[in-house]
């Protein structure tokens, strides 16, 4: 190798060298990550429908797939045995204020005749004083007057009596009742009928499951983030849920994040090598998008989402723009 090669290797050499020395001290510093990506799906929590009597199945109104608001009828359980018993409970109370108002009538009599008792035995101790009257007759007096008492203080613990019993049929007529509009089962929340659990003319026990709903009320998903990433994680924070098949991009925030950490699921996947420990975020959607777009939710929808970590306020990547839903033909 001649010497002038040597002279230009060493050169170029150099020349990389101090490159590379100028672009270590001068490099721009990297900061943290701005977001944290994991994968889930669409999920809601499951509502079960029971019947908190027993009996027997007259309609079921609902079907598998169903979408139904808050308050919408789903079965009734038959109440014939019911509507009877009312019907004798509605008879007790009847009766019991019929005796309510005799009572009531038998205390005005009974008061007369203490009233009336009370005036003999006035007139005969005054007519004693005057040593015109006998002390037989004052005796006989007070006697009836006591007596009379005793009858107007009977009658007052007869009308108690009378509106105790009273209160008891009513209450009896309002546990009848309560249980009557128990036989009609509603749907708590807006939800999709999942499954039907029991058919008409089936005979269940009370706490027999009739149908199961999705609660469409509280749609969220769920993604498993590493313990570094988690730690710069704020509930509230911004995130976007990308949905596979359909393309979509749905804004959400997140609403809860696990105070306790777990090995990684097996269903869970992720971009780079698993963790030892992972942290469950929930990721809510905006209950105005659901409503809006209601024919479209449907839980168990994979997909990606995205979350903003704290301490960046880098713009959200382009292609994590929300997208507007496809647009049902009416």
Do not use: C
């Amino acid at each position: 190798m001649s010497r002038r090669t040597l002279i230009i290797g060493g050169i170029v050499l150099l020349l990389a060298l101090g490159g590379g020395a100028w672009w270590w001290l001068t490099r721009p510093e990297v900061g943290p990550a701005a977001f944290a990506t994991g994968n889930g799906r669409v999920e809601a929590d499951l509502i079960d429908v029971a019947s908190q009597i027993a009996g027997r199945i007259a309609e079921i109104s609902a079907d598998e797939g169903d979408l139904v608001a808050a308050g919408d009828v789903l079965a009734r359980i038959d109440t014939d045995t019911l509507e009877a018993q009312l019907a004798r409970a509605e008879a007790d109370v009847a009766r019991a204020e019929s005796e309510i108002q005799q009572a009531r009538a038998m205390i005005d009599q009974r008061d007369a005749a203490r009233d009336l008792a009370q005036t003999e035995y006035d007139r005969a101790e005054t007519l004693r004083t005057r040593n015109v009257g006998t002390e037989e007759a004052v005796d006989r007096a007070r006697s009836e007057l006591s007596s009379a008492a005793a009858g107007a203080d009977a009658a007052r613990a007869s009308l108690t009596a009378a509106q105790r019993a009273a209160d008891a049929a009513r209450a009896q007529a309002r546990e009848i009742q309560s249980r009557i509009d128990d036989a009609t089962l509603t749907a708590p929340v807006q939800g999709r009928v999942l499954y039907r659990l029991a058919q008409p003319g089936e005979v269940i026990a009370a706490g027999g499951r009739v149908v199961t709903l999705v609660d469409l009320s509280r749609v969220y998903m769920e993604v498993f983030l590493p313990t570094e990433q988690t730690a710069r994680l704020a509930l509230g924070a911004e995130a976007r849920i990308r949905l596979d098949g359909l393309g979509l991009v749905l804004p959400a925030t997140v609403s809860f994040v696990s105070p306790e950490a777990q090995f990684t699921p097996e269903h869970v996947e992720t971009q780079d090598v698993r963790a030892d420990l992972m942290f469950r975020v929930r990721l809510r959607v905006p209950q105005q998008l659901i409503e809006d777009n209601i024919a479209y939710v449907k839980t168990g929808m994979r997909g990606t989402a995205t979350v903003r970590l704290a301490g960046s306020d880098a713009p959200w990547p382009a292609d994590l723009a929300p997208t507007p839903p496809p647009v049902r033909a009416d």
